[in-house]
């Protein structure tokens, strides 16, 4: 059993992954978070195996609290959802640590696939964010022809 921690401020949002979650037997939702204080307590409290993450979040923002999850709980496997998919914005969240980054559009398409990936040690993106850094990349004049 994967165990799951959501963390969104929306609390319409948290029902809406819930949904989409409960097709699945082998996922177990064990806390929610409506904010990055909130997400770092009951991460530490339920030790989930992948924390979902939203960026940004109020009191601790998404990069602060995958920081801090990364290192203090051995193992925790992050997936951001966002709105934003600039370069960016898409790579401070892997330096943090996170495995995976989702746009929030893209959610009811691609949670479960992100959550397995993520889960299996493996990054993730969407074709939309596998676009948007290669545009940024080959946009880029420092790095060359």
């Known amino acids: 059993m994967l165990r799951l921690l959501i963390a969104n401020e929306d609390a ?3 029902a809406g992954l819930r949904v989409l979650l409960d097709e699945r037997t082998d996922l177990e939702i064990v806390a929610e978070a409506a ?4 997400a770092i307590s009951k991460a530490i409290e339920t030790k989930p195996d992948v924390a979902i993450v939203s960026h940004p979040l109020p009191l601790v923002d998404g990069l602060q609290v995958t ?5 203090r709980l051995r ?7 966002a709105g ?3 370069e ?9 640590g996170a495995r995976g980054y989702l746009l929030s559009k ?6 479960i696939e992100a959550i397995d990936t993520v889960a299996s040690h493996k990054r993730f993106f969407t074709p939309n ?4 850094l290669l545009a940024s990349f080959l946009a880029d004049p420092r790095r060359g022809p």
């Open 84 to 86: 934003d998919e600039s």
């Open 106 to 111: 893209e959610v009811p398409r691609y949670l």
């Open 129 to 132: 964010i596998t676009e948007a």
């Open 75 to 81: 193992g925790i496997l992050i997936l951001i959802v």
């Open 88 to 96: 960016t914005y898409i790579a401070a969240p892997f330096k943090a």
């Open 67 to 71: 920081k801090q999850l990364c290192g």
């Open 12 to 14: 319409a949002f948290r």
């Open 35 to 38: 904010d990055g204080r909130e």
